[in-house]
């Protein structure tokens, strides 16, 4: 049961969650995910930094994976859950679980510190667009294993992410679930960003993805590590980095851009044949790299369109297998509607009605 009532504005599926209490984790999805464990732990899990709290919220986002570099071994997730949005310090301790599983709230009941802040990509606001929302922390030795909740160990050959890719991720409110990546090179604005629970600002990415449906992710599930669906018995190949989103779409990194941020790798033993087989990167189409350029040279124009939060290549929804422009709007109102194109260059238009894409919900008592 909830001990108190809650107001949270979920601008979108994901990540770092930030409540001041606790509804109840009694049952399924994800409930596993958000139980205080013994090293070394399995990621997927919750977990924030020890000092993303205040006296009105506490904050709480998802140890996602384990990269390396040579023998030392990080946990990777968002800067916006490791890192505090660009607030933290390095050496900062993070613990496991996250400060809105604990009993009570908001405490440190019973957690455990399994690693410190090390390595993050400062975000921009303004002017400079963003690749990557990312953070590592430094493990503490015994303190954390490889394993993924629901998913176990991934491979260490990564897959560039592709259209109607089935995909899965572990996190902290969730659990595993399963989706489909419709739209990428994604120009973005993800709001959010800011203080535990009142952040108000917005930052622009660019060469992202998104995947559907909705249920994909939920507020908590920021940092988790999003893998291709492969065959059982076979090691999934890491796809993403999962940070932001709406009530209809999950956004999400590639994960290339990132381990080439840090320099890392994932950790594990060498690609079998069959998972560098999973990893080969499945042929761009030529209409979609078309309506990429396309695209790309009307990026400015196309955000200041009325209720845009950002715009993708993807196939029609028509089921046409023609490629498209897609424009991402808050609202699909018949103003907006009206102003966009229906065509540039030659290349079809449609408009995705997916609300406000936030990189936090904004929380409160």
């Given at each position: 049961m909830i001990a108190k009532k809650l107001i949270a504005v979920r601008g979108l599926s994901i990540l770092a969650v930030c409540l001041a209490v606790l509804a109840s984790a009694d049952g399924p999805p994800g409930t596993n995910h958000r139980k205080q464990q013994s090293p070394p732990i399995k990621l997927g899990t919750s977990g924030s930094n020890v000092k993303d709290i205040n006296s009105r919220f506490c904050c709480t986002g998802t140890l996602g994976s384990l990269v390396n570099s040579g023998t030392t071994t990080y946990i990777l997730s968002n800067n916006h859950v490791l890192a505090r949005s660009n607030a933290a310090a390095l050496g900062e301790a993070i613990m496991q679980r996250g400060y809105v599983d604990t009993v009570p709230t908001c405490s440190r009941t019973g957690t455990i510190t399994v690693a410190n802040l090390s390595k993050f990509v400062k975000i921009n606001f303004g002017g400079t667009a963003n690749t990557v929302d990312a953070a590592l922390a430094k493990t503490i030795?015994?303190?954390v294993s490889s394993t993924i909740l629901d998913i176990g160990t991934v491979s260490s050959a990564?897959?560039?992410?592709?259209?109607?890719m089935a995909v899965t991720k572990s996190g902290r409110t969730t659990g595993q679930t399963f989706g489909t990546i419709n739209s990428v090179n994604v120009t973005v604005n993800v709001g959010g960003y800011g203080p535990c629970g009142m952040g108000t600002q917005t930052a622009k990415f660019v060469n992202q993805f998104l995947i559907g449906p909705g249920s994909f992710s939920g507020a908590g599930d920021s940092?988790?590590?999003i893998v291709k669906k492969v065959p059982a018995g076979t090691k999934p190949n890491p796809v993403g980095l999962l940070f932001?989103?709406?009530?209809?779409v999950t956004v999400a990194n590639p994960i290339s851009a990132v381990l080439t941020a840090f320099g890392v790798g994932f950790t594990g033993l060498a690609a079998s044949a069959e998972e560098l087989r999973n990893a080969m990167p499945e042929l761009v189409d030529p209409q979609i790299d078309a309506a990429t350029q396309v695209k790309d040279r009307y990026d400015d124009y196309l955000l200041t369109l009325p209720e845009m939060v950002g715009h993708g290549v993807g196939y029609s929804s028509s089921g046409s297998?023609?490629?498209v422009i897609q424009l991402f709007m808050r609202t699909a109102t018949q103003e907006a509607r009206q102003a966009a194109p229906s065509q540039i260059e030659g290349v079809p238009v449609e408009i995705v009605e997916t609300g406000e894409i936030h990189v936090i919900p904004n929380c409160g008592k």
């Open positions: 030795s015994g303190q990564t897959v560039p992410p592709a259209l109607n940092g988790s590590l932001a989103g709406s009530s209809t297998g023609v490629a």
